[in-house]
């Protein structure tokens, strides 16, 4: 059976018709084609013609259920299932089989009779098939003035849209509401938005003429089940595939169609953003990504459905002369026979046929019986692949010539080579698109049995090779479009029904079956391979099925215990090793705030309360290791003592004496006794608690000092033990005097250490204020030479010069004498009061004074 069945003869538009004929004329959703199958089923036998190949399965399958296998044919170029006695034919238009009578006959999409590449075969189905007793044509309204010129008596039907169709204007790409359909006009602007929206909605079905029937419908089921929301298309959706598509919006308004770019026509527009809408359901169409808005002329005319009518029809003769390969032509380039049609440019069958005409070799075969109508019906074998080159052409000589050998048959290691090389399923979307465009030529060959020995064996194989590499594809084209996780919770999340998940003892949080993340102590970690736009869906999923998980750890981390909590030297609050919160800026030293480090599941209540408990975990830590600072902070004295208490707490335990000394100068007796109960020393240059240096204390200090100034951490602490260390230039003073530590020349001495030095230096002066011994001076004796002479200056001395060595002398050893008080701290000294020999700081203020009088 061929794929172009022979037609009446071309002529003068038909003056007798058989039967009623009936235009049902409208816009999309009207109910045409189900008016239509109703019809052909109150008739005893039938025959219907739809533009695709989809549509005729889909209509197939229907009528199937209603009649019955064994009553309904379903004919394609790719696809014959023929019963032995069947009553109804469900065809592609180029294939209804036209020498069948039938009583009632149906051509859908009439309005195609103006297309380019197509529109001949609607004419001339328009023009000359006809049913015993009633002829339908379905179709937009634009038809209407040709019909009735064309046919005598035809009766037009007009059917208005179920549902109202409305402009929703220009919308984001990111911002498409849920059951939308994004249209553009190739491939690479196709796989482009629909990686968009996988990114921003989870996920999206592809539909494009390049795909397969079947691994359409399986992009289309996957839509139509809401397992995800958006579909992305070419105008393949604009041929009455039936989905539930409440918007379509166009990324691109201009097409190229096959010879040059052009802007979408009105009712272009309309016949695509009509699928928006089903049955009384509304919709709307309207412009995305970076395609200009519409003009208000055209919304107008899609909202009204009003649309200039068609002028002419493409027309090519079908009353062919099959003598000889120049009458085909010529007959095929005949011009049309009314002034309402215009020939049609010549198809890919026409040009086949052009370019094996200039193959010497080949054209003598045509002069045997039956070799030029052998030769036309292989130049009608379709070009899926669209490659454009002369691939198919030489494709099409290959055939030719074996099927003019003897046995007019295609050898069968030939065909098998051709399947054979097909079936794989390896490579990317584009290579199985290739292919399957490929094998859909061999099984278009193969439902020619005439052609093929056991043509039921090849239809079967091209077939399973065909469903094979679908397969494959819509599998590819989910994966890389399809993030199931995301596009999965979004369905639930849009339900509004509860998310099924947990967290297994490793912290792996799964929500209905799909891993989302991980919760470490507070905080959720999203898997690493979440987009940046899936973020939001699965932070929202995670809420909620961690709701009570972070609720019951809150409550956890309140009841606590302090040997399960730490705070690092890096400032890290942990939990069972878990990081929760770092240290930051507070009211004061004693005082830095807590922040937790992620806080994202937390409401605000858990949050306050998940901070208290570390806040109360770092003053209880203050309270345990800088216990002499807080008792001095918080000791019961009065007048100078207490001014000097509350200065020191405030700086970390140290401070310059010279700060101090208004307030030293006024201590009494008992005040003394006081500070010294409490830690404090009055040394020579500085005032500290040496409590503060051990380890432990002062590498707290060193962190508190850090977080306040917003220093690096951790903080580099002198390692414990260590009376000096080298002063580095990336170490400030005042971390190293936080951590107990006085900057002195070249070196960082510990406090206590420093006062000792100086009281020793004090007591190894003579009565001139020289000093020339610097053996056994514990704190100078760990450094070197060099550094020395550093170490002193900043102590407050300075190297006298001595006078040259006579002859004959030994040069005399360096001598150190110490710099004078300013006169200001030399009043105060001559006006202190005496010291009361029994008190414990009298020998360190005997030294003090000693010192000032040399």
């Not at 891993?515 to 979440?530: H, K, N, P």
């Not at 949050?607 to 309270?623: G, P, S, T, Y």
């Amino acid at each position: 059976m061929n794929a172009h069945p022979p037609s009446a003869p071309a002529g003068p538009p038909l003056a007798t018709i058989q039967g009623r004929v009936t235009a049902v004329l409208g816009p999309t959703n009207t109910g045409k084609t189900y008016l239509a199958m109703e019809r052909m089923a109150a008739h005893r036998t039938g025959m219907i013609g739809f533009p695709l190949r989809l549509l005729a399965r889909e209509n197939y399958e229907k009528l199937v259920k209603l009649k019955g296998e064994a009553h309904v044919a379903l004919v394609t170029g790719e696809e014959k299932i023929i019963p032995s006695s069947p009553r109804y034919w469900v065809c592609t238009v180029e294939s209804m089989p036209l020498d069948r009578s039938v009583q009632f006959l149906c051509v859908d999409e009439i309005q195609l009779c103006a297309d380019d590449e197509r529109g001949h075969i609607f004419t001339d189905r328009l023009l000359h098939a006809r049913g015993g007793e009633e002829t339908m044509f379905l179709g937009s309204d634009m038809m209407r003035p040709l019909i009735q010129k064309l046919i005598p008596k035809v009766e037009i039907i007009s059917r208005p849209r179920f549902s109202q169709l409305t402009y929703g204007g220009h919308k984001k790409l990111t911002k498409l509401p849920p059951r939308s359909a994004i249209t553009a006009f190739s491939v690479t602007e196709v796989y482009q938005l629909a990686e968009m929206v996988r990114r921003s909605r989870g996920g999206t079905a592809v539909v494009m003429g390049a795909l397969s029937p079947r691994t359409r419908n399986a992009q289309v089921a996957m839509y139509q089940a809401g397992d995800v929301d958006y579909l992305v298309a070419t105008d393949a959706i604009g041929m009455g595939l039936n989905m539930d598509v409440d918007h379509v919006w166009f990324a691109r308004l201009s097409k190229f169609d096959g010879h040059r770019p052009r802007r979408l026509t009105a009712p272009e527009v309309a016949q695509i953003g009509g699928r928006a809408g089903r049955h009384q359901s509304d919709g709307t169409f309207g412009t995305t990504w970076d395609c200009s808005p519409l003009d208000e002329q055209t919304i107008q005319a899609v909202e009204n459905h009003e649309f200039q009518p068609l002028t002419n029809l493409t027309w090519r003769n079908s009353d062919l002369d099959l003598r000889s390969v120049e009458g085909l032509i010529r007959t095929l380039e005949a011009r049309p026979p009314s002034p309402l049609l215009l020939r049609a440019r010549p198809a890919d069958d026409q040009l086949a046929l052009q370019a094996l005409a200039q193959d010497g070799e080949l054209m003598g075969l045509t002069r045997r019986p039956g070799g030029v109508k052998q030769l036309w019906e292989v130049c009608q074998i379709p070009d899926f692949r669209k490659t454009m080159t002369d691939a198919h052409t030489k494709l099409l000589a290959q055939i030719y010539h074996h099927l003019m050998a003897p046995g007019g048959r295609l050898p069968t290691d030939f065909i098998a080579a051709q399947v054979q090389r097909l079936d794989k399923v390896e490579g990317d979307i584009d290579a199985l698109v290739a292919r399957i465009a490929h094998v859909r030529t061999w099984t278009y060959v193969a439902h020619r049995p005439d052609w093929l020995k056991d043509a039921r064996h090849w239809q079967g194989l091209t077939r399973a090779v065909e469903d094979k590499l679908s397969d494959a594809l819509h599998e590819r084209l989910t994966q890389r479009f399809v993030d199931k996780r995301s596009a999965g919770l979004v369905k639930v999340l849009r339900d509004g029904r509860d998310l099924l998940g947990h967290v297994d003892t490793a912290g792996v949080v799964m929500v209905e079956g799909h891993r989302v993340g991980a919760l470490t102590g507070l905080s959720f970690t999203m898997e690493a391979d979440v987009g940046e736009d899936d973020r939001p869906t699965l932070m929202t999923a995670a809420r909620r099925v961690l709701r009570e998980e972070v609720a019951r750890r809150v409550a956890a981390l309140e009841a606590a215990g302090p040997d399960t909590l730490a705070l690092g030297s890096d400032g890290v609050l942990r939990w069972q090793d878990v990081p929760l919160a770092r240290l930051a800026t507070g009211r004061d030293l004693l005082h830095p705030d807590v922040r937790l480090l992620r806080d994202d599941l937390l409401d605000g209540t858990q949050r306050d309360r998940a901070r208290q408990r570390l806040v109360d975990f770092v003053q209880e830590r203050i309270k345990r290791d800088l216990s002499a600072l807080l008792r001095l902070r918080d000791a019961d004295l009065s007048g100078p003592a207490r001014g000097i208490a509350y200065q020191l707490a405030d700086a970390a335990g140290q401070l310059p004496r010279p700060v101090l000394d208004p307030l030293i100068d006024s201590l009494d007796k008992p005040a003394r006794k006081q500070l010294y109960d409490h830690g404090v020393r009055l040394g020579f240059s500085r005032v500290f608690l040496p409590a503060l240096a051990k380890p432990r204390p002062a590498s707290l200090l060193a962190l508190l000092w850090s977080v306040r100034e917003g220093a690096p951490l951790p903080a580099p602490v002198p390692p414990p033990g260590r009376i000096s260390v080298p002063r580095g230039p990336d170490v400030a003073d005042g971390l190293l005097l936080a951590a107990g530590y006085l900057p002195v020349g070249p070196r960082a001495i510990r406090m206590d250490m420093v006062d000792r030095l100086e009281a020793e230096l004090a007591r190894r002066s003579g009565a001139d204020g020289r000093l020339s011994d610097l053996a056994g001076l514990a704190p100078l004796a760990a450094c070197a030479n060099e550094e020395v002479p550093g170490i002193l200056a900043a102590l407050g001395w300075r190297e006298r010069r001595q006078p040259p060595p006579a002859e004959g002398e030994a040069p005399s050893p360096p001598a150190w004498v110490r710099r004078r008080p300013t006169q200001a701290k030399a009043e105060r000294q001559r006006n202190a009061p005496p010291v009361d020999e029994n008190h414990p700081f009298a020998a360190l203020a005997r030294l003090r004074e000693a010192g000032s009088r040399k």
